[in-house]
């Protein structure tokens, strides 16, 4: 596709549920990151993938959390047991490269998925 | 970590040029300054990046001093459409975890 999509859009689960959200990259960016955003504040960087590797995962809020990447491309967002402090905006971002010492690779973010814990 | 500091808002009339400036006085030699804006309920979309002096593209200039502890994120003649959060962002030399922080939130008055 021509950017970032994510899926589910909205996604509404009760306490103590398990959630998963999709990321599809731009075809061809090697780097895949996913941020959160709750209601009125900046972004909280949880984890990044280098290809299909996630080479630091200390970001990820709690061991609640977990993420994949395969065939260096789809990326999923697994969140279990979920809270009512996990609701938020989960955004997806990738990169041609990784942010690094390159300059000129923007990310390109997704339109996130609204989480609500209820 | 490079962290960064912005104005937490400002608000500005229409056909006027808006300066946000970013304080980064730990950035690490490699480091890009990456500018984003996001709009509500949407991701934030990147603006403008460069490592010293000045860039400008279609959008927006960045000016960058010769320290590289600051940056300034001019927007020429802003129109309404301009309001928004805008990001700045300090790239590190071997990824590691980064944070947006809070952004300003510009206003465009008409």
């Known amino acids: 596709g021509a950017g970032v999509s994510q899926s589910p859009s909205n996604k509404v689960t009760e306490k103590g549920k398990d959630v998963e959200l999709r990321c599809d990259p731009i075809s061809g960016h090697t780097a895949l990151y996913w941020y959160r955003q709750s209601l009125g504040q900046g972004l909280e960087f949880l984890i990044y993938?280098?290809?299909?590797?996630?080479?630091?995962k200390s970001g990820l809020p709690s061991d609640r959390f977990s993420a994949e990447r395969t065939g260096g491309s789809v990326s999923t967002l697994t969140i279990q047991r979920t809270q009512q402090e996990d609701s938020a905006v989960y955004l997806c971002?990738?990169?041609?490269?990784?942010?690094?010492?390159?300059?000129?690779?923007?990310?390109?973010f997704g339109p996130g998925t609204r989480l609500t814990v209820l | 970590l490079a962290k960064t500091t912005q104005p937490i808002s400002m608000d500005s009339y229409e056909g006027q040029e808006v300066n946000i400036t970013c304080s980064h006085n730990n950035i690490a030699t490699n480091d890009y300054i990456t500018w984003y804006q996001q709009f509500p309920s949407q991701g934030p979309r990147f603006i403008i990046q460069?490592?010293?002096t000045k860039v400008t593209n279609e959008v927006a200039s960045l000016f960058i001093p010769a320290d590289r502890k600051s940056s300034t994120l001019s927007l020429p003649r802003v129109s309404l459409s301009d309001t928004a959060v805008y990001y700045c962002l300090v790239g590190v030399r071997g990824y590691q975890k980064v944070t947006f922080g809070t952004g300003t939130k510009l206003q465009v008055i008409p």
């Open positions: 971002a990738s990169s041609l490269y990784l942010l690094s010492t390159r300059g000129g690779n923007e990310q390109f």
């Open positions: 460069g490592y010293k």
């Open positions: 993938f280098q290809g299909n590797s996630a080479p630091d």
